[in-house]
Each structure stands twice: as structure tokens, then as C-alpha cells.
């Protein structure tokens, strides 16, 4: 596997946790939690070719703050 065929399948994961999870429980994994991480995913992946990607996920990483 490539770097970015492990990239993909991360975001992919994510994508799929922040359908299916919800904030009800503290000390588990949570949607907030996804959300970060992915965030953090397309940061690291530099998105800077996708503007409005980036800029979402600078929005979403100062709401979840």
C-alpha cells in the first residue's frame, strides 16, 4: 500500500465514524472526535489545491475548539 492509499482509507474510516457516532457518551469515541481527526487528516494532506476544502476544515477545527 502507497501513502495515499492509507490517506484514503483513513478518510474514508473517518467519514464513516462521523455518520454513525454521535457526542452521548464521554470517554468513547465520539463524532467530534472524527471531526477533528479528519480535519487534521486534510490539513496534513495539505489541501491547499482545494480551497474550499481547506477552508471547511479550518471552520470545523475552530468550532470544534
Known sequence: DSTADIYAL???DLKTAIDN???TYK???SK???QA???KVYL???IMGKPKT???ML???VELV
Do not use: E, I
Request: glycine fraction near 4%.
Open 10 to 12: 483513513n478518510v474514508s
Open 27 to 29: 470517554g468513547r469515541a
Open 44 to 46: 496534513t494532506l495539505k
Open 32 to 34: 467530534v472526535a472524527a
Open 37 to 39: 481527526l479528519l480535519a
Open 54 to 56: 481547506y477552508v471547511k
Open 59 to 61: 471552520l470545523l477545527l
Open 21 to 23: 457516532l454521535d457526542n
